[in-house]
């Protein structure tokens, strides 16, 4: 769509000004914060952060913006964007590539554009819903027709035991033909690149999740919270090829 020209220009800008930032502070020496939720946070997600937010004020000021470090602005407003500056903090300070940055805009909170930017392993995938593109190239999901055959990744597997159950996500692991840990933003990436056909996480807050809808849907996937609703209203993720996720929803509810 001919509107999206200009957001999605933008969205370039803001992952590669806040990649630059990130990167500086990657692999060295930088003290580590412990927030609220006992979430870790650096200078790195701060001044990431801040960057976007100075960008997105001066070119489109009458947007709303949504942040995990400095929370809203401009509440009321019809396009908000939603940031994500470094979604895996914990892999960033352990010196791990696996990290990147989350940027979604959203109309009246339908996602509209949504970018995962991996600034270690300078990868850039951004959607819209229609079609997605990594690097400037069409990618789609693959088609994982069984269970059996699919690679499943989650960010932690204990938050399915904390927030949902463990009994099925315990079953679901048994059955697919791997299982790895290659999670927060990264696994996405994997499953919207065509290496993976489940991504799990129970639990999520809006800057973690608003910016994989577009991209999920956006390469032919399914995108739902944990039991089959719309992300946008619930607090979990399970993304997948699209062909085993009613089935995947099943054996996590059961």
């Known amino acids: 769509m001919e509107e999206l020209n200009q957001p999605k220009a933008f969205c370039k800008a803001l992952a590669m000004e806040s990649q630059k ?3 500086s502070y990657f692999r060295s020496e930088i003290k580590i914060e412990t ?4 979430s870790p946070v650096t200078i790195a997600d701060k ?37 994500d500056p470094i979604d895996g903090t914990k892999s960033f300070i352990c010196g791990t590539p696996l ?8 109309k009246n909170d339908n996602p509209l554009l949504g970018v995962i930017n991996l600034p270690a392993l300078n990868q850039f995938l951004i959607g819209d819903n229609l079609s997605a593109e990594l690097n400037n190239n069409i990618v789609s999901v693959r088609k994982c027709e069984k269970i059996e055959d699919a690679v499943l990744l989650s ?8 927030y949902r159950t463990r009994d099925g996500f315990e079953k679901l692991i048994r059955q697919v033909k791997l299982y790895r840990m290659w999670g927060d933003c990264y696994g996405y ?5 065509g ?4 991504m799990i996480d129970p639990i999520m807050n809006k800057w973690d999740l608003a910016a994989l809808i577009p991209i999920i849907k956006g390469v032919g996937g399914t995108i739902t919270d944990y039991y089959g609703n719309d992300p946008m209203k619930g607090n979990s993720i399970v993304a997948t ?7 995947t929803l099943k054996i996590l509810n059961q």
């Open 21 to 23: 930032i990130i990167l």
């Open 35 to 38: 927030k609220f939720d006992k």
């Open 47 to 83: 001044k990431a952060e801040e960057i976007m937010r100075s960008m997105i004020l001066k070119e489109f000021p009458e947007h709303g913006i949504i942040g995990e470090e400095y929370g809203e602005q401009n509440s009321d407003a019809e396009y908000k964007w939603i940031l």
């Open 99 to 106: 990290f990147g940055t989350l940027i979604a805009l959203v």
């Open 155 to 162: 960010s932690d597997q204990l938050t399915a035991e904390k």
């Open 189 to 193: 990436y994997l499953l919207a690149s």
């Open 195 to 198: 290496y993976a056909d489940i």
């Open 241 to 247: 090829g699209g062909l085993i996720h009613n089935e």
